[in-house]
């Protein structure tokens, strides 16, 4: 059989009935092409799945590798192929990954990022097999465009959960307000008859009404009793102010706590909170913006992929398949190889936490 025969019958694929016969496997076969200078003819995509493996190295070493064409080889060897360019040439390989297969993956400032255009799609790499509320649910909620906030009635009891917590500078304030709004009133016995009012009538001999002045205020506010009395009178207004501020801080203290336990999760794969925008012009001349994410170990997700995936012909044991990273993440934690991230939700918010940021928040409202 001639050269030119030779030649037509590989890249026609009849390998098996006019190759092979002459000659012990394809790499022998690839070894003569080499040595008679015919090889540069051949359509090396025609090589069969069970030999490629075996003839990747020589490829290899004589630089054909692009010959490969990725589109072009057999399904079963799509993977093979992807997964030996990766580890003789990493860059070159993920370069043609994130353009062309995973195409939400951009390289940028020396890494590789994921462009977000919704950030709640983070949350499908989360656990979601609870018949409760889920970290999937929680992550969602907190990666979500809107505020979240997840609890409306946080207390029946503004006194013990707002007064009692507040440090000096706040009581100040709350003194300043107290005086403002009803500072030299005259407040009726009858109307407010809690044994400290009293007191006050009694010190500023006045019978049968008090005032709340700069020098009993701050006596009013360390009396649960009395306050609680004026906040259902003459203070209701303040009364409401409370009941914002504590549902704002019990709100901020709970989210506070899922976003950090959502973010040691991410942080298996992105670096934490590297969120980075970038402003596009389109062509009608408005701005968008699109964020990107850093990824931790781009190369290792790819790896994981192909060695998983190795050998499979159906679509979905392709990269193109998915075509987002989060989906080539989800598959490996559908098929097992990773895990599911997920994160313990509490019942409740921290009350430490909570404090502070009533404390925080007072001034703005008061």
């Known amino acids: 059989m001639s050269i030119e025969e030779l030649v037509d019958s590989f890249n026609d694929g009849e390998i098996e009935n006019n190759i092979l016969p002459y000659f012990n496997d394809v790499l022998t076969f690839l070894k003569y092409a080499n040595r008679n200078g015919f090889i540069t003819d051949l359509d090396l995509n025609q090589i069969p799945h069970d030999e490629m493996e075996v003839c990747l190295p020589y490829i290899y070493e004589l630089g054909l590798m692009g010959n490969l064409n990725y589109d072009e080889v057999p399904g079963e060897l799509k993977n093979t192929i992807l997964l030996y360019k990766l580890e003789k040439n990493p860059d070159e390989t993920l370069k043609y990954i994130s353009d062309s297969l995973v195409t939400d993956v951009y390289q940028m400032k020396g890494g590789y990022y994921l462009y977000i255009k919704y950030r709640e799609e983070l949350a499908d790499i989360f656990y979601n097999g609870s018949r409760d509320t889920s970290s999937h649910d929680y992550a969602k909620s907190m990666l979500g465009e809107d505020s979240w906030e997840p609890y409306w009635d946080t207390t029946d009891d503004v006194y013990r959960d707002v007064i009692e917590d507040l440090n000096d500078e706040n009581k100040s304030i709350l003194a300043e ?13 009858d109307d407010y008859n809690d044994e400290l009012f009293s007191d006050f009538s009694e010190e500023q001999e006045t019978e049968g009404t008090f005032q709340i002045t ?27 102010e409370l009941y914002s501020i504590h549902n704002n801080a019990y709100n901020t203290a709970y989210t506070d706590e899922i976003y950090n336990d ?105």
């Open 214 to 240: 700069s020098e009993n205020v701050m006596t009013l506010i360390d009396d649960e009793k009395a306050m609680k009395e004026m906040l259902k009178g003459e203070l209701s207004d303040l009364k409401n």
């Open 262 to 366: 959502m973010w040691s999760e991410l942080s298996t794969y992105f670096e934490p909170k590297s969120w980075e925008t970038e402003t596009i012009q389109t062509a009608s001349g408005k701005q968008v913006y699109h964020e990107h994410l850093k990824i931790n170990d781009f190369y290792d997700i790819v790896y994981t992929f192909l060695v998983d995936n190795q050998g499979g012909a159906y679509s979905d044991s392709f990269l193109e398949y998915f075509g987002s990273f989060i989906s080539v993440i989800a598959n490996l934690m559908d098929n097992g190889t990773y895990s599911w991230l997920d994160f313990r939700v509490s019942d409740h918010a921290d009350w430490t936490l909570t404090k502070k940021y009533v404390n925080e928040l007072f001034p703005d409202y008061i």
């Open 177 to 189: 307000y107290i005086i403002k709004n009803i500072g030299g009133q005259e407040f009726s016995l």
